[in-house]
C-alpha cells in the first residue's frame, strides 16, 4: 500500500510518500526557521501562511522524487492534531481535497502518534510493547505502548516541555531561533560541575516533568555570572545535563514499573546526543534496547504521517473519503484506538 502523508502541525511543511513493500520512497520539507527567527519563536499566522504555499509545490515534487503518480496511491494521511488551528487546517483542507477528488482513503493520524511509531522506519524496528519517551518542543511524555493504537499515558511535563526550555535557555544565552541544537553545540565546549542546576522533580515519586524552575534558574545564573563565552558554554552544559539526568531518571522510573526493556524516544530533542549516549547507557545496564528515528525523522516530518496512514490503512481499510474536514488543535494521545475499533 502506498500512502501520501501531510504533516502541518506547527512551522514545518512535510511530505512523503511511504510504501508498506518498498518502504520510504520520498520525505521532503520545507523549514520556516527563516521567517520565525526574527521573532524568537513560531508566529501562528506566518506558519499557516507559508504551509499554503507549500504543500502543492511540495506533494508534486514528492511524487515526482517517488517515481509515482496519483493514481499508484492508495491513501492519504495528514496530521489531523494536535497543533496550530490554522496550520492544521492547511493539510487538513488540501488532504481532503486530494482524496475526495481522487477517490481515495483518507486517514486522520495523531501527530504524536506519528513521532511514536518513527523508530519502525529503521532497522532494526522496536516491537511492541516498548515505553516510548516523546520528547519535542511541544511535549514531554512517557506513554506505555501496548500495540497500533493502545496507548497508556504515564507521565507528562507540567509546563515547559524539554524542547521548549532548550529554546527559551538558548535565547537567555544569546543564541539563534530554533536554538536547541545551537545550545548542545555550545555545551561541548562546557566544563561539567561549574554551575549545579535542579532536577526537577526527581527528589519524589511520579513520572511527570516540570522544566520551567530550571529555566529559571538558569535565568538567575546568568545574571549573576559573568558574559564570558566559558561562562556561557558552562551554564550550556549545567543546563543541559539537567535536562538529560532528569529525562533518564524518569525512563528508569517507567521502565521498572511496568516492566519493559524496550524503550523508544522520538521528537526533536530525541536528537541530542548526550541524551542518546546517557540512555544507551541506561539501557545497556539494563540488558535491554533503545530506539530512535534517524535524525532528519526526529524533528516534524511527513515519513512519519505517511508511515502511520499506511499501517493503519492496511490494517483497517477505510472507505474513500467523503466531504468534511477535521482537525483537533488538542488531541491527548489516550484517545487513541487500535484499527478497526468501534
Not at 71 to 88: K, N, Q, R, S, V
Request: hydrophobic share 45%; charged share 15%.
Amino acid at each position: 500500500m502506498c500512502v501520501l502523508g501531510l504533516e502541518t502541525s506547527c512551522d514545518d511543511t512535510g511530505i512523503a510518500i511511504y510504501d508498506t513493500q518498498r518502504g520510504l520512497l520520498s520525505n521532503l520539507i520545507a523549514s520556516q526557521a527563516a521567517i520565525h527567527a526574527d521573532y524568537g519563536g513560531v508566529v501562528p499566522e506566518l506558519a499557516s501562511r507559508d504551509h499554503s504555499r507549500q504543500v502543492l509545490p511540495l506533494i508534486q515534487a514528492a511524487l515526482q522524487a517517488a517515481g509515482c503518480s496519483a493514481a499508484a496511491l492508495h491513501g492519504i494521511a495528514y496530521t489531523a492534531g494536535p497543533g496550530l488551528a490554522g496550520a492544521l487546517l492547511v493539510g487538513a483542507s488540501i488532504a481532503t481535497a486530494l482524496a475526495f477528488a481522487w477517490q481515495l482513503p483518507l486517514l486522520s493520524i495523531h501527530h504524536l502518534e506519528g513521532h511514536l511509531l518513527a523508530p519502525m522506519l529503521e532497522s532494526p524496528a522496536p516491537e511492541f510493547p516498548f515505553l516510548a519517551l516523546l520528547v519535542s518542543g511541544g511535549h514531554t511524555q512517557l506513554v506505555q505502548v501496548t500495540q497500533l493504537g493502545v496507548y497508556q499515558l504515564l507521565g507528562e511535563s507540567l509546563d515547559d516541555a524539554a524542547g521548549e526550555a532548550f529554546d527559551k535557555t538558548a535565547q537567555l544565552l544569546g543564541l539563534g531561533y530554533p536554538g536547541g541544537a545551537q545550545l548542545a553545540q555550545l555545551a561541548l565546549q562546557g566544563r561539567p560541575h561549574r554551575f549545579q542546576l535542579p532536577r526537577p522533580m526527581t527528589d519524589r515519586p511520579g513520572l511527570d516533568f516540570s522544566f520551567s524552575g530550571l529555566k529559571t534558574a538558569v535565568a538567575t545564573t546568568i545574571r549573576t555570572a559573568d558574559n564570558s563565552q566559558q561562562t556561557r558554554a558552562d551554564i550550556a552544559q549545567a543546563f543541559q545535563s539537567a535536562v538529560v539526568e532528569t529525562l533518564v531518571i524518569k525512563c528508569r522510573r517507567a521502565l521498572e514499573q511496568c516492566g519493559l526493556n524496550r524503550l523508544v524516544v522520538s521528537g526533536g530533542v530525541s536528537a541530542n546526543q548526550a541524551l542518546r549516549e546517557q540512555l544507551a547507557h541506561l539501557m545497556q545496564q539494563r540488558g535491554g534496547q533503545v530506539f530512535y528515528p534517524r535524525l532528519d525523522l526526529c524533528t516534524d516530518n511527513g515519513a512519519m504521517i505517511a508511515y502511520a496512514g499506511a499501517v493503519r490503512l492496511r490494517a483497517q481499510k477505510p472507505s474513500p473519503a467523503a466531504m468534511g474536514i477535521t482537525i483537533y488543535p488538542r488531541w491527548p494521545l489516550a484517545e487513541q484506538h487500535p484499527p478497526g475499533y468501534e
